[in-house]
């Protein structure tokens, strides 16, 4: 056992510095959170309601989501230059029908709906003289059931059923092209990466479904997974009418520190991607694998 608990903690040792994520409690419902992820901070109030009597739970976390300013020191700097941020309401109730004994049977309903602006600039001629500067707002929303059934006994096997509603409409930035610059006094010519071609946005609406099954005993747990993606026409509101895509998984997850801390998790998974209606740049069907590593989530989330 310490063998693996050693042997896992250098695993994953290199990729703790992509998850800070604190809570502290600042009043008797009210808990404070932070997270950086990715070059971004998060953080927010976070309003906890429960009848434990009754078995309800009610959840309240408002938030703001800006980018560092400087991702080495965790430095935000906000001011009337921040080209980024975006708002955030995340609810959440949970319905937890256990008794005493028997069997185990809880639903967790949510949703978020997030808020935000983002600055781009572009430079349509190739060169830094022309220069274009635009602000575009973005908006998601999210709905998602959580359901957790067991006999309730030891060893038995955990099934988590888990589905998603997503509908998300976020500008991005265009890719960056080689651009050919004028020749120097030496007769050099230089190649400079630049964006030419204004920000873009598609609306995105996909259902998702994911059984997490647990089979009781031992460090792995299994997650079986469909999505199928809507995505509409080129700055439109509506996501239908022109792109399907349908995408199938099968997750393994190991839990390196089970009996100690089951908010780590690896997993590894095969998938298969089947484009059903429209055209894009890739292959109507693609394949491959993927692997992820969680932290600070709960035993069987995966959706």
Same mark, same amino acid.
């Given at each position: 056992m310490k063998? %693996?608990?050693?042997?896992?903690?250098?695993? @994953?040792?290199?990729? /703790?510095?992509?998850?800070?994520?604190? %809570?502290? +409690? @600042?009043?008797?419902?009210? =808990?404070?959170? #932070?997270?950086? +992820? =990715?070059?971004?901070? *998060?953080? !927010?109030? *976070?309003?906890?309601?429960? %009848?434990? *009597? %009754? !078995?309800?739970?009610?959840? @309240? +976390?408002?938030? /703001?989501r800006l980018p560092l300013t400087d991702e080495a020191q965790n430095l935000l700097q906000i001011d009337r230059f921040t080209s980024e941020w975006r708002a955030i309401m995340a609810v959440q109730f949970t319905r937890d029908n256990t008794q005493e004994s028997g069997h185990i049977s809880r639903h967790s309903f949510g949703g978020q709906i997030e808020y935000g602006y983002t600055g781009f600039k572009y430079y349509p001629l190739g060169n830094s003289e022309s220069q274009q500067k635009t602000g575009k707002t973005s908006y998601d929303l999210e709905l998602k059931y959580v359901g957790f059934f067991s006999a309730g006994s030891s060893g038995a096997t955990q099934l988590s059923p888990q589905f998603r509603l997503r509908y998300a409409h976020d500008? #991005?930035?265009?890719?960056?092209?080689? &651009? &050919?610059?004028?020749? =120097? =006094?030496? !007769?050099?010519?230089?190649?400079?990466?630049? /964006?030419?071609?204004?920000?873009?946005?598609?609306?995105l609406f996909s259902p998702a479904f994911s059984l997490q099954i647990y089979p009781g005993k031992g460090s792995f747990s299994y997650s079986p997974a469909v999505y199928y993606d809507f995505t509409g026409k080129s700055d439109s509101d509506n996501p239908f009418g022109n792109l399907n895509r349908l995408r199938l998984e099968s997750w393994v997850f190991f839990y390196p520190l089970l009996s100690d801390n089951s908010n780590v998790k690896i997993g590894v998974t095969p998938f298969l991607g089947i484009r059903i209606k429209g055209d894009d740049h890739f292959n109507k069907v693609e394949y491959g694998g993927m692997v992820t590593i969680k932290f600070g989530t709960t035993f069987l989330q995966f959706l």
């Open positions: 063998q %693996k608990f050693f042997f896992s903690l250098v695993f @994953l040792f290199p990729f /703790i510095s992509f998850a800070q994520e604190a %809570k502290f +409690r @600042l009043l008797p419902y009210i =808990n404070g959170m #932070t997270s950086i +992820r =990715n070059g971004l901070i *998060e953080a !927010g109030p *976070e309003l906890n309601w429960q %009848k434990p *009597e %009754k !078995g309800k739970t009610f959840m @309240l +976390r408002p938030s /703001i500008w #991005t930035a265009a890719g960056e092209t080689g &651009v &050919v610059n004028p020749a =120097n =006094n030496n !007769g050099v010519v230089t190649v400079s990466d630049m /964006i030419i071609d204004p920000p873009g946005v598609a609306s």
